[in-house]
Structure formats: C-alpha cells, structure tokens
C-alpha cells in the first residue's frame, strides 16, 4: 500500500508517518517551501518517508506529486492551522486551508485516480465555534450545526464541504475526521498546551522566571495526537466514506491544564509564574469545545489510550528531558530556583 501525506512536517504528519509505515506502507510526503528547515527534521525522523516537493496553493504541484506517488490513501494534513494567526493571516488561510483541500481534491480527479484513492480530509471541532447554542449536552457529534469564529474555521468549513461535494458528485471515496484538539511531545510550540509543558519544564530548571498567556476560562477536548492519527486510518478502512468525530469527551479550561501541568514538576501555586499578555487575545473566542465520539467508537472500534492526565504528564517529561532536568525522577524542583525565578 502507498500513502501520500501533505503536511508531513506537522505534528500529525509525524505520527501518521510512523504509524503508516509500522503497518508495511510506502510513505510520500509533501514538504512546501524552497528552505524548510522542517525538511531535515523528517528526513532525520522519518528516514523511511519519501519527500516530493509541492505546495497546496500550487495545483500543479500536487497533480505531480499525486501522479509520482500513486497513493491508495491520500491523508490530507496541509494547513495553516493556528487559529491566531489565522486572524492576521485571513486570505492566506483560505488560500491554504480552504482552497488547498480544493485543488488536493482535483489532482486527485486529474491523475484519474478517483476510483482508487482513498482522501482523508482534516476538519476541524473550529467549525462548531463552541457557543452556548449549538452545542449539545453530550458534545458535538457528526450531525451538529456549524458556526466558525475564526478565518481558520471558517476556511476549515470550506474544505469539509468540498470534500463532501466531490464525495457526492464524483463518488470519491473522501471521508472527513472532525477533529478536536490534540496534543503531545510533538506539537508545535505556538499552541498552548505545548507552550505551557515547554515554560513549565523550563521554570522548574531555572532557565525562565514566567509563562505570558491569554484567555486562560476557554474549554478544550484534549487528546493525545498518537490515538488520533490511528483513528484516521480506521476511517479510510471503513467500506464507506463518511464523517467522523474523534474526541475525548472531556472538556477543561486551560487554567487547568496550566494547574496539571505545575502540578506534574511539584508546584501548587501557579499564578506567581503566569502572566496576561492581552496582545495574545482574540479578536473572537471559541468558548467550550466537547465532543462526542460515539459513532467512531461503534463503527470504526476507535478508542483513546491517553486521558488528561496521562497526555500531561508524557508532554512536561518530554520537556523536562528536553530543557535540562533530564532526570525526571527528580520531577520536584528545587524550590529556590522557582522562587527566584519568579522574583
Ligand atoms: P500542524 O502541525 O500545524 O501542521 C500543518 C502542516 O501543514 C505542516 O506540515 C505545514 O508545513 C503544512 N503546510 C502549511 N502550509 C502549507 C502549504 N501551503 N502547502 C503544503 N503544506 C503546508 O498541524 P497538525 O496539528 O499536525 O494538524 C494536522 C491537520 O489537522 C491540519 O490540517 C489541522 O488544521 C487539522 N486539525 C488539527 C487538530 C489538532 O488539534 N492538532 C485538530 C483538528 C484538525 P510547514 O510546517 O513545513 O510549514
Ligand atoms: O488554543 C487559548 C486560546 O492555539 C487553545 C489547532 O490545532 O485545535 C487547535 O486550535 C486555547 C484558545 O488551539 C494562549 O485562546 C490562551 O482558547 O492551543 P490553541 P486552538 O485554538 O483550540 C483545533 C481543534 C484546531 O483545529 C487548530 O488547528 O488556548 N490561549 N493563551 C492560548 N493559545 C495559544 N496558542 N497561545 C497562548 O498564549
């Protein structure tokens, strides 16, 4: 079996690789970018990994590399997919996000493979918005109504539909993953949960005094990124293409993942090291997302391995080993270097 992966050099791209070539494919990726100094990083990971050069945004770059790799299963990753920057970013990010998906969809359809290849779409819990009115007790689910609040969701939702347009009109076999937040040791430091494991374990090794965020009330469904990567390969076994939601069904504020995260290097009171930084605001906030996976545990068998609390702890000893304290034995730091760091 082969596989084409965009966005290979994300964190997602990382584990589906992995978890890709652990059940015997051929893997591609395509990396965007004449410089990237990701491209090194996978070739030094993922040595296993074919690297084909081309961009979303350029059609004729994904008709090669859909024709070069001829994939049974085309995982479609690309996106600019940091919702903040979305907001500065907003034509950008329909260009990449939104109609990336689109001209993704047609190589696919020009390399006449539309019988054969199997797409996997990224979408996104940010198409739901998290407001009190749409969103169900139990969570979202398959069949709950959209309302984006940000560039990226509203892109995102773009990509869904023409990815559920091309299902209908050409019988293309493309099923979409609604996806909620997850994490690990390979996610992006831009995004909070990795920002904090990464300040916290650097606190606790002296090596910085504060952590500056935004919002701290807002709820994510937080998951770790490796269960949910296995969750968009059972979709593309599926006999038929469809939606799917892939969630823990647990939600928190990001106060309490900054609380389990201190919690994890021995500190109980977190707010001398946690500061408001307003410019990290939003121009529109996402309030609470929970979801609800249901469907994908009955009909595909999914099931998380990681909770919260286990998703904490793997992401501050990463960083611990990562940042100096390299021996996470010793996960109560000394209290003088976390006072004086805070003073
Ligand atoms: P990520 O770490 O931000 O990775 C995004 C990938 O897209 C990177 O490899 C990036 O390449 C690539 N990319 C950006 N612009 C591109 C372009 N013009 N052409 C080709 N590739 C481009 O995201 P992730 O967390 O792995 O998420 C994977 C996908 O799932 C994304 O579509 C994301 O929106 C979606 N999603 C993520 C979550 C989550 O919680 N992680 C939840 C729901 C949905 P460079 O980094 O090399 O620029
Ligand atoms: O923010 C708040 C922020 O950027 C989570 C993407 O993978 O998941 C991700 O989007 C919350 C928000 O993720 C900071 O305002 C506070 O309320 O980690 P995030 P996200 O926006 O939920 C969805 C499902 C995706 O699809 C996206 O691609 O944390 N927050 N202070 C902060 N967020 C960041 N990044 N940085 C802060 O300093």
């Given at each position: 079996?082969?596989?084409?992966?965009?966005?290979?050099?994300?964190?997602d791209?990382?584990?589906?690789?992995?978890?890709?070539?652990?059940?015997?494919?051929?893997?591609?990726?395509?990396?965007?970018?004449?410089?990237?100094?990701?491209?090194?990083?996978?070739?030094?990971?993922?040595p296993?990994?074919?690297?084909?050069?081309?961009?979303?945004?350029?059609?004729?770059?994904?008709?090669?590399?859909?024709?070069?790799?001829?994939?049974?299963?085309?995982?479609?990753?690309?996106?600019?997919s940091?919702?903040?920057?979305?907001f500065?970013?907003?034509?950008?990010?329909?260009?990449?996000?939104?109609?990336?998906?689109?001209?993704?969809?047609?190589?696919?359809?020009?390399?006449?493979?539309?019988?054969?290849?199997?797409?996997?779409?990224?979408?996104?819990?940010?198409?739901f918005?998290?407001?009190?009115?749409?969103?169900?007790?139990?969570?979202?689910?398959?069949?709950?109504?959209?309302?984006?609040?940000?560039?990226?969701?509203?892109?995102?939702l773009?990509?869904?539909?023409?990815?559920?347009?091309?299902?209908?009109?050409?019988?293309?076999?493309?099923?979409?993953?609604i996806l909620?937040?997850?994490?690990?040791?390979?996610?992006?430091?831009?995004?909070?949960?990795?920002?904090?494991t990464?300040a916290?374990?650097r606190?606790?090794?002296?090596?910085?005094?504060h952590?500056?965020?935004?919002?701290?009330?807002?709820?994510?469904?937080?998951?770790?990124?490796?269960?949910?990567?296995?969750?968009?390969?059972?979709?593309?076994?599926?006999?038929?293409?469809?939606?799917?939601?892939?969630?823990?069904?647990?939600t928190?504020?990001?106060?309490?993942?900054?609380?389990?995260?201190?919690?994890?290097?021995?500190?109980?009171?977190?707010?001398?090291?946690?500061?408001?930084?307003?410019?990290?605001?939003?121009?529109?906030?996402?309030?609470?997302?929970?979801?609800?996976?249901?469907?994908?545990?009955?009909?595909?068998?999914?099931?998380?391995?990681?909770?919260?609390?286990?998703?904490?702890?793997?992401?501050?000893?990463?960083?611990?080993?990562?940042?100096?304290?390299?021996?996470?034995?010793?996960?109560?730091?000394?209290?003088?270097?976390?006072?004086?760091?805070?003073?």
């Amino acid at each position: 079996m082969r596989a084409l992966i965009t966005g290979i050099t994300g964190q997602d791209g990382g584990h589906l690789a992995e978890l890709l070539h652990d059940k015997g494919y051929e893997v591609y990726g395509l990396v965007h970018g004449q410089n990237n100094p990701k491209r090194l990083a996978v070739e030094t990971e993922f040595p296993f990994v074919t690297l084909l050069e081309g961009d979303v945004t350029d059609p004729t770059s994904i008709v090669r590399a859909v024709e070069t790799s001829q994939p049974d299963e085309l995982y479609n990753l690309a996106a600019i997919s940091h919702v903040g920057y979305s907001f500065k970013n907003p034509t950008l990010t329909a260009e990449v996000t939104g109609k990336g998906v689109l001209n993704v969809l047609e190589a696919v359809r020009l390399a006449r493979l539309t019988d054969t290849t199997r797409v996997y779409q990224a979408s996104t819990s940010e198409m739901f918005g998290g407001l009190d009115y749409n969103r169900p007790g139990r969570g979202y689910n398959e069949s709950s109504l959209f309302h984006p609040r940000s560039p990226y969701g509203a892109a995102k939702l773009y990509g869904h539909w023409i990815a559920k347009n091309y299902r209908e009109s050409y019988d293309m076999f493309v099923s979409c993953g609604i996806l909620f937040n997850h994490e690990g040791e390979r996610r992006g430091v831009e995004f909070v949960t990795r920002k904090i494991t990464t300040a916290v374990a650097r606190i606790a090794s002296g090596l910085q005094d504060h952590l500056q965020l935004g919002d701290l009330w807002p709820k994510r469904d937080w998951g770790y990124a490796g269960d949910y990567v296995r969750g968009m390969w059972q979709m593309l076994q599926h006999p038929e293409p469809e939606d799917f939601v892939l969630a823990s069904g647990e939600t928190r504020s990001v106060e309490q993942f900054v609380e389990a995260a201190f919690a994890e290097v021995g500190v109980d009171d977190w707010r001398p090291f946690v500061r408001q930084n307003p410019a990290l605001l939003r121009p529109a906030q996402v309030d609470i997302l929970l979801g609800d996976a249901s469907k994908a545990e009955s009909e595909l068998g999914w099931c998380r391995e990681v909770d919260f609390s286990g998703l904490v702890q793997r992401m501050v000893r990463h960083d611990l080993w990562l940042h100096g304290s390299h021996d996470v034995r010793h996960r109560r730091p000394r209290s003088r270097a976390l006072v004086g760091g805070a003073a």
